[in-house]
Nanobody, 118 residues
Framework: QVQLVESGGGLVQPGGSLRLSCAASATSFSAYPMGWYRQAPGKQRELVARISSDITATYDDSVKFRFTISRDNTKKSVYLQMNSLKSEDTAVYYC????????????WGQGTQVTVSS
C-alpha cells in the first residue's frame, strides 16, 4: 500500500517561509494529481493546493499567490513552497492524491506541523 512521508514543517514567524516535502511510494506516481491538504485544530481537513499530472496547479483562495506547489516525478515527490505565512496557516499539512471525483485515495501519512507565531 502507498506510504506518504511529509517533512519540512516547523515554527516560523508571520511573514516567513517554509518548504514542505512529501515522498510517496506509489507506482505510476506521475499519473496521479497530487494535493497538499491541511487541518487546523478544530477544523476539517481541507485541500489547499493541487497539481495535476500535466503540472497544472490550482490553489484555494486563502493561499493563492503565497503558496506554490510543484512535483518531481523522478523522485515521486511533491513540494509546497509557502511564503508570506500568516497565523491562520497554522495547521498539520498532509499530502495525498487529489483525484477530481474521489479526492484523497491513499492512507494518510503522519503530516508535518506548521506553526506561524511570533
Amino acid at each position: 500500500q502507498v506510504q506518504l512521508v511529509e517533512s519540512g514543517g516547523g515554527l516560523v514567524q508571520p511573514g516567513g517561509s517554509l518548504r514542505l516535502s512529501c515522498a510517496a511510494s506509489a507506482t505510476s506516481f506521475s499519473a496521479y494529481p497530487m494535493g497538499w491538504y491541511r487541518q487546523a485544530p478544530g477544523k476539517q481537513r481541507e485541500l489547499v493546493a493541487r497539481i495535476s499530472s500535466d503540472i497544472t496547479a490550482t490553489y484555494d483562495d486563502s493561499v493563492k499567490f503565497r503558496f506554490t506547489i510543484s512535483r518531481d516525478n523522478t523522485k515521486k515527490s511533491v513540494y509546497l513552497q509557502m511564503n508570506s505565512l500568516k497565523s491562520e496557516d497554522t495547521a498539520v499539512y498532509y499530502c495525498n492524491a487529489a483525484l477530481a471525483n474521489l479526492g484523497p485515495i491513499w492512507p494518510w501519512g503522519q503530516g508535518t506541523q506548521v506553526t506561524v507565531s511570533s
